[in-house]
């Protein structure tokens, strides 16, 4: 508990969500604690989530690393699972095993292939991250467009929706997805040799060089892994809907850079935690769930979701003397006398 309230940046988000929470609760009379609106916002939360996530770790990669091609690449990945899968097995729910592990397979696949050719841009071919991925964003696009003709891809297997509408008691399993991804993330970050040559690679990617570390592979890794994290966001999409459509999730990309960089997340790479990660994310869920409740305008959302971020760079910023900081004590020995 010491090490979370020593971060700044945890401890403002824990008390801004815990502060959402309690506000929420009295201007809805309750209803914000419902066990209803808990489901709901457990069911909601986790498609933006694993987006944030894919931005955090091309984002530490440094060097202007950012994945603009996140949503694109979760659209991609379940309209051609969807498509192949359900040319391979017509009737969905007469193979639902195996028509489910069609989908996911081809999905994962395709998402990795996306993340590959992104980091063999950024890594091999020396793209700029930021128009790398903006162009294989509309590559992705384009290609689902090809793939449909602009219309959905509809019917599922019930296996693949229970991956978006189904619960293992109380708790919705799209949640419980994301919960298991974000914790296998962080642990990859914290204790593995690549978590550690990703940071350091953000730090100074010419020391990193330098020390022997392969940076190339280091980035095309992350951008892999970013691939695979988009592709488990697009199989929660498809299943939630039953259908997927190649302009899904539009309004996205920006709301999970925004969820990246109020985590704590810093641009400019080589610092970013999970942990702050998924406290932006259950304060943004809180802040859009209880003004929704209230039934007040998305403007509005817009407006408060900024203000939260604007909050917590300034209260949170080593520049800024807004936060009380502990000094050491001052020392009391006698000053030695000169030679």
């Known amino acids: 508990m010491r090490r979370l309230t020593a971060d700044r940046h945890i401890l403002f988000l824990l008390v801004a969500s815990v502060a959402v929470a309690l506000l929420a609760t009295l201007l809805t009379q309750g209803t914000f604690m419902s066990a209803d609106n808990w489901q709901s916002m457990a069911t909601q939360l986790p498609e933006l989530g694993l987006l944030a996530l894919c931005i955090l770790i091309t984002m530490v990669s440094g060097n202007g690393g950012i994945d603009l091609s996140v949503v694109a690449t979760a659209n991609l990945s ?21 028509f489910t592990l069609t989908f996911l397979s081809v999905a994962l696949l395709v998402g990795l292939a996306c993340g590959l050719i992104n980091g063999l841009l950024v890594a091999r071919l020396r793209f700029a991250p930021i128009l790398a991925t903006l162009g294989t964003s509309l590559a992705f ?36 997805i994301y919960l298991g991804v974000a914790g296998l993330l962080a642990w990859v970050l914290s204790s593995t040799p690549y978590g550690l040559r990703l940071y350091l690679l953000g ?53 999970a850079i925004l969820i990246a960089v109020m985590g704590g997340v810093n641009p400019a790479g080589g610092a970013g935690k999970v942990l702050g990660l998924l406290l932006a994310t259950t304060a943004l869920q809180f802040l859009s769930s209880s003004l929704n409740l209230l039934g007040l305008s998305n403007f509005l959302k817009d407006f408060t979701w900024g203000l939260l971020l604007l909050l917590s760079i300034a209260l949170t910023s080593s520049r800024l003397n807004l936060w009380p900081t502990r000094s050491p004590p001052a020392s009391t020995s006698p000053p030695t006398a000169p030679p």
Do not use: C, M, W
């Open 78 to 98: 379940a309209i051609t699972a969807g498509l192949i899968a359900r040319r391979v097995y017509p009737e969905p729910d007469s193979a639902n095993v195996a």
């Open 141 to 176: 696009q384009g290609v689902g467009y090809a793939l449909t003709n602009g219309s959905a891809v509809i019917g599922f297997s019930t296996g693949v929706q229970n991956l978006g509408l189904g619960t293992l008691g109380p708790i919705p399993v799209p949640l419980l």
């Open 203 to 255: 730090t100074n990617s010419r020391a990193a060089h330098f020390t022997g570390i392969d940076t190339a592979r280091v980035l095309i890794t992350t951008y892999a892994v970013a691939g695979v994290l988009a592709a488990v966001s697009g199989i929660i999409f498809g299943a939630r809907a039953n259908s997927i459509k190649v302009d899904y999730g539009s309004s996205y990309l920006l709301i």
